[in-house]
């Protein structure tokens, strides 16, 4: 067997390990972040739960931590009241980011993660099978139950070689970005294997990992080897390891393979990232803004090496430069080897431990402006300015662009000595609350919730016929970002009324009034999308604000993995058009007729809609599982859980 298939068939549940199958697996951790983990929490209560069922859930705070008005921190009460209450680990403000921090001190080779953020597969670089899900999947993973997926397709990516001076594991995935892109990989893994693999340190592979994601893989895995065992024993975590490898014989749907040693630096270009070009074939173009950090490239290793770089220089005049540490220990570990000085004496601005500019919280670019970033996503308009240019790049050509004002080949100047990772690194974990209850919790805890902290909304059975409206027609490649924005509007999550206000904000202002007119009037909408509709973040409520608004159908030529899977926990349907030339058939506003769809939903999933406004008909299929099909036609996964079928 490979990596993947031993991890899922030592926690399988029920089905079969063939690809393309459904399956369902024990999960042995969690993890949530405050932008999700209020709502994931709150489904937790509502399904009457004591405590936590896994071996270790994690409550972070890492996304909201700029507090302007009441909700975050109301949000943050609540959060680490109900971790209290439930058993859960809770990570304050300011400990850092979750992938980081979870990859530092509770990641296990071997074991099972979801998390209720798209960049779970982080942790596949210390060989766990890692995986992004809405909340409402976590939250029942919580409790005990088990998460369901289609059994993967195994890619092998064969690594061989090693990384010169000047590049590093972020030119690694751009390659993998450039290969495969960001559509049309749902349902797979990327496994990561060969000779080249042991000359990449921990935080390198979960760099690749984290970045993975971006494929629109199921996850991606690296082997748990001596470099694996080497780092947990340096955060005085050794007892965790365990060694995972596959088999000599194990087989693989493909092989990619990279030589490690004729990699280039590589940028994804805007406004998506698998738009890529060799540096080289950008220098020169001038930089306003550089922003090192985020979940993808915030590790000692990452901002030791531009510590390194930045020594004894000063940033550009003309360029803004910031810089994200992952987490406390990276700081700390800065500052006992007197780095933290360098970077400031550079013109570094030092920002949070927090997830911030690579949501849009903070650090927006100005108007027209370029900007060079070390996160994993660059869609338009999520740096909080549309008009902003934004690459995706390492940080040795972030530091590079930096110090020159423009894009600069960091293989052309002076490069970093190899950083090695420390025998001890610094361990403070007073950040981390109720350990010491972890998985019993306190039940006469009480629950704090302020005026921001709403109710679950509740879906209702998908009716046999109904009249609808192309509420809304989009192209390709929309994100969750699309459909619900972050940045300022993060805050309203916990209250989806408010939220629901900013459906499609980024494309279509009057959306909301136009659906909820619609919802009133007992007209059904309907979204109809071009290709890869839904890629981008794992946030739950790009479906559920829509279902509270009403939508009861989606109509895509394609759609990415987790959002179908939250389109389907919230009860609206995940429509494919059979012929693709189905979309060129509908408008904006256009009434379609849906006569049987309950019918077609229990059955082969197909039917054929009517577009009353104009006569023209054409196909949809629905492929779900028959467990998918009861919970769409119940109304949702929470009304599936109230009836007591899981």
Known sequence: MNITEKILSRHLVSGTLKPGSEIAIR?????TQDATGTMAFLQFESMGIDRVRTELSVSYVDHNTVQ??????????????????????????????????????????????????SHTPTGGGLGMIAIGAGGLDVAVAMGGGAF???????????????????????????KVLERFGSSGNVGA?????GEGVKTLDVPSRSTITNMGTELGVTTSVFPSDEVTRRFLAAQGREA???????????????????????????????????????????????????????????????????????????????????????????VLELAREGLLQDLILAGARLLENACGFCIGNHQSPGTDAVSLRTGNRN?????????????????????????????TDPTTVETAPPVEIPDRYIIDDSLFLYRETAGKGIPGAEIVRGPNIGAVPVGTPLPKSFAAQATIKVGDKITTDHIMPAGARLKYRSNIPAYAKFVFEPLDPDFHDKAAANRDAGVANVIVAGESYGQGSSREHAAMCPMYLGVRAV????????HLANLVNFGIVPFTFVDPAGYDAIATGDALAFDGIADAVAGSGEMVVRNTTTGATFKVKAALTERQKAIVLIGGLMQYIASGRS
């Open 27 to 31: 999960i042995d951790q969690t993890l």
């Open 68 to 117: 302007v008005g009441f909700e975050n921190a109301d949000d943050h009460a609540y959060l680490q009241s109900a971790a209290k209450k439930f058993g859960v680990i809770y990570s304050r403000a300011g400990n850092g980011i979750c992938h980081q921090l979870h990859l530092e001190r509770f990641g296990i080779p071997g074991k099972t993660l979801i998390g209720s953020d």
């Open 148 to 174: 369901h997926l289609t059994a993967p397709r195994v890619v092998q990516v064969n690594l061989t070689g090693r990384l010169r001076p000047g590049v590093s594991a972020k030119d690694v995935i751009l």
């Open 189 to 193: 893994v990327m496994e990561y294997a």
């Open 240 to 330: 965790d390891w365990t060694p995972i490898a596959a088999d000599p014989d194990a087989t693989y749907e493909s092989v990619f393979e990279i030589d490690l040693s004729t990699l280039v630096p590589l940028a994804a270009c805007p406004h998506n990232p698998a738009n890529v070009a060799t540096i080289a074939s950008l220098a020169g173009k001038r930089v306003n803004q550089v922003l090192i950090g985020s979940c993808t490239n915030s590790s000692y290793r990452d901002l030791k090496t531009v510590a390194l770089l930045l020594k004894g220089r000063k940033i550009h005049p003309d360029v803004s430069f910031g810089i994200a540490p992952g987490s406390r220990q990276v």
């Open 379 to 407: 869609f338009e308009g999520r740096s909080g300015t549309k008009s902003a240019q934004v690459y995706l790049v390492s940080p040795e050509s972030a530091v590079a662009a930096a110090l020159t004002g423009v894009i």
């Open 555 to 562: 109509i895509a030529k394609s759609m990415e993995r987790i």
